[in-house]
Structure formats: structure tokens, C-alpha cells
């Protein structure tokens, strides 16, 4: 069966029908599938993390031995308690969706432990995918659809990710920083984070747009965004001439290191995305990357990778910090990680 409103969705996350033995949750928000998979495996098992009582497989382990799947849905509970198998599919390869199919299947009309239960996590599938076909027509399987994040869930997912550390935004605030969050929830649960350490957890603070200021920064403008693009690119030069530029036009340092940390943030966007299955050029235009700078983002793309973002995002962090330290010379310090960032570039062949 399909559970497509919201409504509904919340009310099977937060209390499963005892008649359901499998759910597929997928969508192109990776973020938002594995929320609502956390939610749900914790309603399943009281320790999502136990592996007596829980399997965690891949995609790579149904390419590996493909009667692996069916052979966890049969397996007894070392325990004595509910099992929980739990699939995570990082695209959309057809072996792996058929193997996916038919285990699911099979699981659903009872032909395997009935008392297991059968959790998938994918990407976004299409209509044509045998998973997809499979989860919607079983009446003892939900099929939960993902899209991305409305501003009304980015504000609730605000409040109550600042809520756990007893920080909060008031109404005005809320909506400032909710407008320049991206739309990825991954990346968005990072930038809360952020925000709630600078607010102080535990401190019982309520902020104003007016406190938010230093936080956010000046929005960049477009030197700024030339110079960030030049760095991933590798031009050195370009970048620092960006940056320059903008310095004369009243842009401050915090500024650029603000505006390098955002093309690193729509990098991440469209490689996590690619992850998932979908196509670069793809991915680019859902991430809001400007036409005209297409052809050059796509490039820089092609040669980044999650793991090498995820290796200069503590550098831009580290910036970040070191420009807000009264009295720092914070040109100097996003001239210096233009540097850094662009030398890395050079090293990946841009």
C-alpha cells in the first residue's frame, strides 16, 4: 500500500500497523529517508543498533550473495525478540532493485520469519522499479514516498533539532534563517547543528534576526561568488582577484570565507544527489546552479568527491571561526583558504 500524506505517514512512523511487515522509504532527499528510517526502525526494536537483533545489509552485499536478503528475513531472533532487517540502496541498479522485489515480496505473503520486519532505504525510484511496483501493491508493505523538505518542515525540524539543546529562535529569526537554509536535510541538520553551538547549548537563549547577523554574515555578493567558484575550479589568481575586488566593494572576510562554505555546501548537494542515481547536469539544475555556470560547476563535479569536501569542510569551518575572533586579519585568513582550497583543487586535476 502507498502512504503518501503527510498525515498518515506520521501517524505509521510513529505507531506501525502490526500487519505490516516491510516498508520501503525512498525519495530524492536522502536526508529525509533516513530520518523517517531512524523513526521507524526505533519503533520496530528498542535498540536500532543491536546486531543480535538487527541485520544492516547494502547494495553491495546483494551483489555479493543475492539469496542474502531472504536468507536474514528467515533467520530467528538470537534474542527471543522481533527481528529487524534493514536494506539501504544507494542507487537504482537493477539487480539490486529485482533482488529487493521479490525478497520483499515473498516477505509480505508470510513465506519467511512473519515476525521479522523488513525495512528499505533508497534513493528516488521510478515509476518503472520492480521495488517500487512491489511495496505499493503488497497489502502487508508500505510504500513511503520522500520529497524535499517544505518551509513548514524545515521550521519544525529547526525548532525541535534547538529545542534538544534548549536554544531556540523567535518567530522573526526563525523565518530569516529557515529562508537561507539549503533545501538538502542533510546539509540543512549540519548548519542547525552549527547554529545551535554558537547560540550555546544549554544556555536557554531565544536569538533575533538581529543576533543572527554575525552568524549568517552579509549575503555575497556576486565577487564573492566568482571568487568561491575560482578556488573549487583551482584558478588561484581569478579567486584572489575575486576576493579583492570584493573587499573594495565593502565585503568583509567573513563574507568570503561564508561564500566559499556555500559553493562547498552545493557541491556536496549535487554529488549526494549523483549518489543517489541521479545524473549530474541532473543534480545541478535541482541544486539551483545558474546555467551560465553550469558547464564550469559540472567540471568541478567531476573531479571533487564527498570524501574530498568532507576533508577541506574543517578548514572552512576553522576560517570561519578565526574571522570572527576580534581583531583578526580575516582577508587574510579567506585569501589564505581560497588558497588552500584551490591548491587541493589543482591537486585533483582542475
Keep these: 500500500m502507498i502512504l503518501s500524506k503527510r498525515p498518515d505517514i ?7 500497523d502490526p500487519a505490516i511487515r516491510a516498508a520501503l522509504i525512498y525519495g530524492r532527499d536522502l536526508g529525509v529517508v533516513r530520518d523517517r528510517g531512524h523513526q521507524l526502525a526505533a519503533k520496530v526494536v528498542d535498540n536500532p543498533d543491536d546486531p543480535f537483533d538487527v541485520a544492516l545489509l547494502t547494495e553491495q552485499d546483494l551483489s555479493d550473495d543475492g539469496g542474502r536478503l531472504e536468507g536474514e528475513l528467515a533467520a530467528q531472533s538470537l534474542m527471543g525478540g522481533r527481528r529487524l532487517v ?32 523488513l525495512l528499505i532505504e ?10 517500487r511496483k512491489a511495496a505499493e501493491k503488497a497489502n502487508a508493505a508500505a510504500a513511503i514516498p520522500c520529497y524535499e523538505d517544505e518551509p513548514g518542515d524545515v521550521a519544525r525540524l529547526v525548532r525541535e533539532l534547538l529545542a534538544k539543546d534548549q536554544v531556540a529562535l523567535n518567530v522573526d529569526a526563525l523565518q530569516v534563517f529557515v529562508q537561507r537554509l539549503p533545501k538538502e536535510r542533510g546539509v ?44 573549487f575550479g ?19 572576510g567573513p563574507a568570503a570565507v561564508r561564500a566559499i562554505g556555500m559553493h562547498l555546501g552545493k557541491l556536496r548537494r549535487v554529488l549526494t544527489l549523483a549518489k543517489n542515481g541521479a545524473g549530474l547536469q541532473e543534480a545541478a539544475k535541482a541544486s539551483g546552479v545558474f546555467w551560465k555556470q553550469e558547464r564550469e560547476f559540472l567540471r568541478q563535479a567531476r573531479a571533487w568527491s ?41 591537486r585533483l586535476g582542475l
Design 10 to 16: 506520521e501517524r505509521f512512523l510513529g505507531r506501525p
Design 188 to 231: 540543512a541538520r549540519q548548519e542547525i547543528e552549527r547554529l545551535a553551538l554558537y547560540l550555546g547549548p544549554g544556555s536557554g537563549a531565544t536569538a533575533t534576526p538581529a543576533d543572527l547577523e554575525p552568524f549568517l554574515g552579509v549575503e555575497p555578493e556576486s565577487s564573492l561568488f566568482d571568487a568561491a567558484a575560482d578556488a
Design 306 to 346: 564527498l570524501e574530498e569536501l568532507d576533508r577541506i569542510q574543517p578548514e572552512v569551518l576553522a576560517a570561519d571561526r578565526a574571522c570572527k575572533t576580534a581583531g583578526s586579519p580575516d582577508r587574510l585568513i579567506a585569501e589564505r583558504l581560497a588558497l588552500t582550497v584551490a591548491g587541493r583543487a589543482r
Design 122 to 131: 533508497a534513493g528516488n525510484l521510478g515509476r518503472e522499479s520492480a521495488l
Design 86 to 117: 534493514r536494506l539501504r540502496l544507494a542507487g537504482e541498479k537493477p539487480s539490486a532493485d529485482k533482488a529487493a522485489a521479490e525478497a520483499l515480496d515473498r516477505h509480505a505473503k508470510g513465506e519467511l520469519n512473519p515476525d521479522a520486519f
Design 234 to 252: 583551482g584558478k588561484l589568481g581569478e579567486a584572489q582577484a575575486g576576493l579583492r575586488r570584493a573587499a573594495q566593494e565593502g565585503e568583509t
